[in-house]
């Protein structure tokens, strides 16, 4: 029965640091994702390419995923129109 509880507390924590990505992406303008292993990928541009190298020139606001804000509101008031580069640290 804890197991059964653990694995549905995982899965719920996951969908919700999903979702909080998904709200992110939502209201910032440029998106960019660093996972653990260092690989960057932009997931949002809204200037222009989905590449690395036409984001190289903004000013980004670094946060982890694990600092994000739990509702959508808190979310898009800090983050409505800035650069984010996301440090996927879970």
């Not at 999903?18 to 440029?30: D, F, H, P, S």
């Amino acid at each position: 029965m804890q197991m059964r509880q653990w694995k549905s507390n995982l899965l719920r924590n996951y969908m919700d640091k999903r979702k909080q990505i998904k709200w992110l992406r939502e209201t910032a303008n440029c998106v960019v994702e660093e996972y653990n292993d260092g690989i960057l990928e932009c997931t949002k541009n809204r200037y222009g390419n989905r590449t690395i190298e036409s984001c190289k020139c903004y000013d980004f606001i670094k946060i982890k995923l694990s600092n994000l804000e739990e509702s959508f509101l808190d979310i898009r008031q800090k983050y409505y129109g800035k650069n984010v580069w996301l440090l996927l640290d879970k």
